[in-house]
């Protein structure tokens, strides 16, 4: 009987559950396509923050950080290099796939034919790197700084096209490029680069001849070496553990060294990379990694704001039409109180009707909503927003949530609904 | 002991407005009485008392041996399902239900639903072949046979009548009227409120109520 009268009150007020269904669907739907946005926003963020560069640099141990830190030149110190042939292991680590780009650098001077001393900066510019587990990952300055602008073509990596010269420094010296450069190799010998290119990224390569790094190994005789890496990576945003980890992977417990070590975060992928490139320090580059975090934090909040009113709206909808629809019943309401219905059993009756109109109209949402998130992915990150299954629980309780509070005020007036006024006044 | 008994029975809105004021009378088992009195005059608020929807304001109401001042509004809904079947003047059917679902509703809240006895009551008041129709496909006196047969559903002490005729023609007033003689002759305790004289009369005796008062009563003669 309970069922019968739910579809006799569902088909005859199939126009006013519609519009509470409508209701739902459009607080469901925004609700889905926030909170799917906001899952997926932190890579999507991290993917746009990539155009900064690297965040993690990877530098020797024992390398003197005068240089990094002041600028002072290192020059009579013994110096410590990487192996160019250890980098294939960054991509062996726990987070390998966040390992977007990473590029080595050997820096060298030169002198050119007509005594000027010049920056040579060795490195890979599109490199193919066949990893161990068989597949190619494409990595070097190409992938790392994309900001670059080019003006003429990239060196190659083989050494066949040249170098490429950073745009200042072109000045300076009045090449362009299909120009070539004379200099003296260290034995005294006179050789020739051909520039490929003119580079622009108002960093230090303005002012820095950019050779392929085997190209700059063998002017200086070294072999394999290079001075540091740096390393592109996507990253979770630091909170009070990672910033912990930080300071002492040490001081770590247990499981909040599990925690750490299995999350994404910059100081985690810096120290599992210090784990694979032997007598390496990598050193996180806080100011991007802060933005990430800041960034993602505002954008998150955002969204969660837009979901919190998209909801709020939702439930002021529902009350107003299930509290028109109570007003509207009030003498078939008042009749079943008569014939010895109890409260429970009319509040039970009305929250049945309400909540198949909201679930018919969260369904519907949800799916709205998913689209909603592919629209906004593709109109502001120009990518997909994957689908979290975790935001159809927490849709689905948001949706009772809007439904049982949007009926607070019909509860109410079903509470206090009397038979004597509704049916024949007193 | 009678079925009813009202004593000193008040009913006062804000403590200033009396509706009824020093109502005294009762009902006997079987007993068919009409409640009679113009517009205004208190009838309704009366039924309301005796159909277990109102509290007085001041007297004792006792119902089948249980006085209705000490209970609260959860004990008089139970009280209602339980002793009380009600027929309206605008019959008040569910709109979206059939006839016999609308009968059936009462069982649900009553105690189970059962379709057979649904339609048997409905056959009683001669519309066993109107089972499966909406209220909305129903003429006004079938509506008021449905109401009756939803009233006696649940085999209730005292069926509460009010202006059962005030919406029909007089052919459906004759029939239902037939019904309620029917019932009567069955033993069934029938209370009638009506402003109609011509109702009023078919009732073994009428109480007059005018301005909250009782007025005087008159006894049908045999």
């Not at chain 2, 039924?47 to 007085?56: R, T």
Request: aromatic letters at 6%.
């Amino acid at each position: 009987m309970f069922w019968q009268m739910v579809k006799g009150a569902v088909v005859r007020q199939s126009r006013r559950l519609l519009l509470v269904a409508l209701t739902v669907a459009l607080g469901v739907s925004l609700a889905t396509a926030m909170l799917n946005v906001m899952f997926d926003v932190g890579d999507k963020v991290n993917q746009e923050l990539k155009a900064y560069g690297a965040n993690i640099v990877v530098t020797p141990k024992n390398a003197s950080v005068l240089k990094d830190v002041y600028g002072l030149d290192d020059t009579g110190a013994h110096k410590e290099y990487l192996n160019e042939s250890d980098l294939g292991k960054i991509k062996t680590i726990f987070w390998t796939n966040n390992i977007v780009a990473f590029a080595p650098q050997l820096s060298a001077s030169i002198n050119l034919q007509n005594g000027q001393t010049v920056n040579l900066d060795g490195t890979w510019f599109d490199r193919q790197m066949l990893l161990p587990t068989g597949e190619y990952f494409s990595t070097g300055e190409k992938y790392l700084k994309s900001w670059w602008q080019v003006d003429g073509d990239w060196a190659a990596d083989d050494g066949s096209n040249g170098v490429m010269v950073g745009k200042k420094l072109a000045n300076d010296l009045k090449v362009n490029k299909g120009d070539t450069i004379s200099y003296k190799k260290p034995d005294g010998q006179a050789d020739t680069l051909r520039v490929s290119g003119i580079v622009s990224g108002g960093g230090s390569e303005e002012n820095a001849i950019l050779a392929p790094l085997a190209l700059v190994q063998k002017i200086t005789g070294l072999t394999d070496k290079i001075d540091q890496v740096e390393v592109s990576a996507v990253t979770t945003p630091e909170n009070e553990l990672a910033r912990k980890a930080a300071a002492n992977p040490k001081s770590l417990t247990m499981k909040e060294y599990e925690i750490w070590y299995c999350t994404s975060y910059v100081s985690s992928i810096a120290y599992q990379i210090e784990e694979v490139i032997p007598d390496s320090v990598a050193h996180p580059v806080r100011q991007i990694a802060e933005s990430e975090g800041k960034i993602l934090d505002k954008t998150q909040m955002l969204m969660l704001l837009i979901t919190g009113l998209s909801l709020l709206s939702s439930v002021l909808g529902v009350s107003n039409l299930v509290s028109a629809n109570i007003m509207e019943r009030s003498r078939e309401l008042g009749l079943l109180k008569a014939l010895g219905a109890s409260n429970l059993a009319i509040v039970l009756l009305i929250l049945t009707e309400i909540f198949l109109a909201g679930l018919a109209g969260g369904i519907c949402g949800y799916f709205i909503g998913l689209g909603f998130a592919q629209i906004i992915g593709n109109t502001v990150f120009n990518s997909s927003i994957a689908v979290n299954i975790v935001v159809m629980p927490i849709v689905a309780g948001l949706m009772s949530l809007v439904i049982l509070l949007g009926s607070l005020p019909a509860i109410r007036m079903i509470l206090s609904l009397r038979p004597a006024i509704v049916l024949h006044g007193r | 002991m009678s079925l009813l008994e009202l004593k000193d029975v008040s009913m006062a809105y804000g403590g200033k407005v009396f509706a009824l004021q020093d109502i005294n009378m009762t009902v006997e088992k079987g007993e068919w009485l009409a409640i009679m009195g113009p517009s205004g005059s208190g009838k309704t608020t009366l039924m309301n008392i005796i159909g277990c929807m109102d509290k007085a304001t001041s007297g004792t109401v006792v119902l089948d041996g249980i006085d209705l001042t000490d209970v609260d509004h959860q004990q008089l809904t139970t009280l209602r399902r339980d002793k009380i079947g009600m027929v309206f003047q605008q019959f008040h059917l569910i709109p979206y239900l059939t006839a016999v679902e609308n009968i059936m509703v009462a069982q649900y809240y009553h105690s189970l639903p059962d379709k057979q006895e649904a339609l048997a009551a409905l056959d009683r008041v001669g519309l066993k072949d109107r089972a499966g129709h909406l209220p909305s496909q129903l003429s006004g006196g079938e509506q008021q046979r449905v109401c009756i047969a939803r009233a006696l559903i649940n085999y209730p002490v005292l069926i509460l009548a009010d202006e059962p005729t005030g919406n029909l023609d007089e052919a459906n007033e004759k029939l239902v009227m037939n019904i309620f003689h029917e019932l009567h002759d069955e033993g069934h305790t029938i209370l009638t409120v009506t402003h109609a004289p011509e109702v009023g009369r078919e009732a073994q005796r009428a109480v007059i109520i005018e301005h909250g008062r009782i007025a005087g009563s008159e006894a049908k003669a045999e």
